[in-house]
């Protein structure tokens, strides 16, 4: 099997869909009370890791006008065409984006961030 660090970006994304949709057709109602918790710690600290990359990532999209030369006016659009996402929430996550590129400290630690970073939770976890 091949190490991550092979793996094209596409084959990551799938692997991590892949592994998700494994774990959630367990189901959850016959598992060991550790199990339960387990599935909650490691499922907040991916949906913070998920939702900085996303930020970070749609603000790469929004610098270098990606959406625009894609026929969007705004990344949002682009977001919303492609994912049914909420064009206010993608706003924000460019602005967010776009202002933990502007400090690096933070950005280098942001992809360690353990928490949901929406509503400035990750600022107060990083000070």
Known sequence: METASELSTEQL?????????????R???????T???A?????????????????????EVDRFGIAKDLGYRTVAQMVGDH????????????????WVDDFEIFAAAWAG????????????WLL
């Open 27 to 33: 189901g959850l109602s016959f598992r060991a009370p």
């Open 113 to 124: 961030v353990s928490t949901d970073f929406r509503g400035g939770q990750a600022a107060v």
């Open 39 to 59: 599935v909650i710690d490691a499922g907040v600290r991916l949906r913070a890791q998920l939702d900085s990359l996303i930020a970070m990532t749609v603000a």
């Open 83 to 98: 994912t049914g996402a909420d064009p206010k929430e993608t706003r924000a996550d460019v602005r967010l984006g776009r």
């Open 13 to 25: 994304l799938c692997r991590v869909g892949s592994d998700l949709e494994t774990l959630a057709g």
């Open 35 to 37: 199990e339960l918790v």
